[in-house]
């Protein structure tokens, strides 16, 4: 039974110094697992790790890392697992992780999901809460095809289902909004494919030892939000 909380930002001093543990994100690129990470970010005053946007940063910054990360990211392909996994090792270890973190886009193959149970194995928390989120394939294509980002703040807008007040411009800061060069229609299709082959057998993976939460990606973030946590919650707080 999923059960739903109130999204309210103001939430407790409690909250955010209780021991939350691993939240997990799970589903297609577009399912909005970038888009909700902020409100978990929000609510638990955990930090974010996003495999895509530590990737996307140090590409950015012309890393040795991001120089290798380049060409298959262009080309919707998965990086390899030990590579990704020395990467989240490495923010793992830093002490804004003490009380619990949220991995968006990380594990995405088996090899990542079994590496991370090694990984966490004796930690406090080490059970991780898995939240799936489902999104209809269609959607995901109108989503992705829509998304722009501000490069400077990282908000996340959709020029269809979440537009700025003002076009093209980030409504915190201003900045001039930017569509990611994986959203292009080819590159979207790779990458819808490698989820389906690599990432969704994850599903089973964590339903085979009672951690996956499904939640119904298709609705209004609001809605979304609440569920996911209302799911989190009843395992967690
Ligand atoms: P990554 O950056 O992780 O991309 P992804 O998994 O493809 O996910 P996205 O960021 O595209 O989607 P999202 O679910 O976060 O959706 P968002 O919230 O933005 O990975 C990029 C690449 O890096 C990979 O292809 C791979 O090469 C490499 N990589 C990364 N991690 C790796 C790993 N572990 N192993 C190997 N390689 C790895 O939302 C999308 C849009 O929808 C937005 O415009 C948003 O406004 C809108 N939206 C969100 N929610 C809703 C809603 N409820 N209703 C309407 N619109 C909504």
């Not at 290798?68 to 989240?88: H, I, N």
Request: hydrophobic share 35%.
């Amino acid at each position: 039974m999923v059960v739903v909380t109130s999204p309210e930002k103001n939430v407790s001093a409690d909250l955010k110094s209780r021991l939350i543990g691993p939240i997990i994100l799970l589903g297609p690129p577009g399912a909005g697992k970038g888009t909700q990470s902020r409100e978990l970010v929000a609510r638990y005053g955990i930090p974010q790790i996003s495999t895509g946007d530590i990737l996307r940063d140090n590409r950015a910054r012309g890393t040795e890392l991001g120089k290798q990360a380049e060409k298959l990211m262009d080309r919707g392909v998965l990086l390899p697992d030990q590579f990704v996994s020395d990467m989240v090792a490495d923010r793992l270890r830093h002490a804004d992780c003490a009380r619990g973190f949220i991995l968006d886009g990380f594990p995405r193959t088996i090899p990542q999901a079994k590496w991370l149970d090694e990984f966490l194995a004796g930690c406090d928390a080490s059970t991780a809460v898995v939240v799936k989120l489902d999104v209809d394939y269609n959607q995901l294509l109108r989503r992705l095809a829509g998304r722009r980002t501000c490069p400077t703040c990282g908000r996340i807008y959709n020029v269809n289902f979440q537009p700025p007040r003002v076009p093209d411009a980030c409504d915190i800061d201003g900045s001039k909004l930017v569509a990611r060069k994986d959203d292009s229609e080819e590159v979207i299709s790779a990458r819808l494919k490698a989820y389906e082959k690599e990432t969704l057998p994850l599903a089973d993976y964590y339903r085979a030892s009672g951690r996956l939460r499904e939640i119904n990606g298709d609705q209004p973030v609001e809605r979304v939000t609440a569920e996911m946590f209302g799911a989190i919650e009843n395992d967690r707080v």
